[in-house]
């Protein structure tokens, strides 16, 4: 049995505020980018009431979350492996009750990462839209936020939003900027410049960028085909554009020093979301 000191893990919560901005295709392909570079990973679907990440993969799941947390299933039964390799922890959907969790659900599910003896290097935490407490749990939990926005005012007002909480009520400081859905680098360097002057100026935090993936049609193309567009399409612009981000997130190495997924359960215990 590994200890929690030994268990290694870089922790992401992909957010965005607005709905419909592409965190559950970025995370999907950026688990299959980072099964490239042969990495362990898991996708944790927290968007607990209104799950996807199993329609978007195409995975047939037996138990979800709310099994975990009725006591019936442990985690490890729960999990299912989906292409390429990658584990996923499902959500379910239609389940109001789970879009809030009580204290004695974040324990529960404490307890089980805590139980669960699989060496990961990745855990990757796609969360639902809005601002709501469970949003804000995740995103504290884990040790790195990317914000995912388009160039729609309604996305960076969202975004902003998100950061603007995470940062007033929990002091959040640190957020990466993935920009999605648009035509080049230009208009996503002004789309990140327009989101960054606002943090600067309003909340003095500044921004970091990370990328963008383009507008390519192959992404509704493969959610059509229930498989991850790096995986279906790994020649696509927004495959070429996810890889190299994936790569540069890999090689950043910053994050190590809280590493940990004792780290990620810390979070999760104190977390006052
Ligand atoms: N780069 C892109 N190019 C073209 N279409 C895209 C791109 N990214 C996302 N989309 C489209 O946006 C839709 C929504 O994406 P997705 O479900 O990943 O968003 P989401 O942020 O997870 O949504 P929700 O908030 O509802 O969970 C997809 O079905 C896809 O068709
Ligand atoms: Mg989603």
């Known amino acids: ?39 362990k990973v898991m996708i944790f679907d927290a968007d607990l009431g209104l799950s996807n990440i199993d329609v978007v993969l195409n995975l047939a799941t037996k138990y979800n979350i709310d099994h975990l947390f009725k006591g019936e299933k442990k985690l490890k039964d729960l999990i299912v492996e989906g292409p390429n390799g990658v584990k996923v922890l499902p959500a379910s959907s239609g389940i109001q009750e789970l879009t809030t969790l009580d204290e004695f659900q974040r324990l529960r599910l404490i307890e089980e990462f ?9 855990l990757l ?50 957020f990466k900027v993935l920009v999605n859905n648009v035509k080049d680098k230009k208009e996503a360097i002004e789309v990140y410049n327009r989101l960054s002057t606002a943090a600067e100026k309003f909340l003095s935090i500044s921004l970091d960028y990370i990328g963008f993936v383009p507008h390519d049609n192959v992404v509704p193309k493969s959610v059509c085909q229930q498989r991850a567009f790096l995986d279906a399409y790994p020649e696509s612009s927004a495959a070429r554009s996810l890889t190299e981000i994936t790569k540069k997130l890999d090689n950043d190495n910053t994050q190590n020093v809280k590493g940990s997924l004792q780290f990620f359960l810390g979070g999760l215990l104190n977390s006052k979301c």
């Open 1 to 39: 049995m590994t200890t929690l000191d030994e268990k290694k893990v870089r922790t992401i919560a992909i957010a965005s505020g607005k709905g419909g901005v592409g965190k559950t295709n970025i995370t999907a392909s950026l688990a299959m980018a980072l099964r490239k570079l042969d990495k």
């Open 114 to 122: 805590e139980a669960y003896d699989d060496n990961m290097d990745y």
């Open 125 to 174: 935490i796609d969360t639902s839209s809005g601002i709501s407490e469970n949003v804000a749990f995740f995103c504290m939990a884990a040790q790195e936020i990317v914000i995912i926005t388009s160039a729609e005012p309604t996305a960076l007002t969202d975004a902003y939003a998100l950061i603007k909480v995470l940062f007033t009520k929990y002091q959040e400081k640190n």
